[in-house]
């Protein structure tokens, strides 16, 4: 078996509703590399409309699953859902848990920003990695699998967070908790890093940016985060891996 084939894994995919987005190509190439999928996103329908095509183009087990994972509960019963779903496979834990679930908005200069708006993006961003992190933990040391988390170019050192600063705070915490969880879970065999892109050539991202942008394109992301969970980078956790 060479170091990125996931067969007889299970993968836990969060955010990948909507078509069109770099979930939609990180489930891809994780099925293209064998892996079984639970996808995670707050739409059943949509998330079922993304485990379907993967089954309709002969990728087996996949399965999709509803959860709010702003809510800690929410998490736990998703968990605990997946586990149950794939129970058959022989699996043993949970190989990766790939924290895509968040969310992009401008909130202007700070005196001018609204409060709800700066909510907004701890809740869908951070709250989302922290309960999703907390509910698969004990799959993912059973496996002595690994946590991918998304974090941003304009929350790491020399980024630019002018005018999103609400943005650029949660997803530096989410790197802090990514830091932490490989520092905390290191004696359990858990491995936690995450990427940083840049703009990602998504469908929402072209549509609010035109084609001229520079992107990252979203196979590109998913060969990263494929190689973040494999054993070929079994020495490497607590790392940000900016993508540019």
Known sequence: MNGLDFAGQLVVI????????VGE???LGFAQRGASLALLDLSLDQGTARAEALTSAGFANVSAHAANLADPASAVSAAAEVIWAHRAEGVKGVRAVVCVAGGFGMTGPLDEADPEAWAKQFTINLSTAFATTRAFLPAVRDAKGSFVFFGSVAATAGGNPSGMAAYAAAKSGVLTLMRTLSLDEKAHGVRANAVAPT????ASNVADMGDKTEYVERESVADVVAFLASPLARNVS???????
């Not at 607590?238 to 540019?244: D, F, K, R, S």
């Open 199 to 202: 703009a990602i050539r998504t």
């Open 25 to 27: 190509a990180i489930a």
């Open 14 to 21: 969060t955010g990948v509703g909507r078509g069109g987005q």
């Open 238 to 244: 607590g790392q940000v891996i900016t993508l540019a």
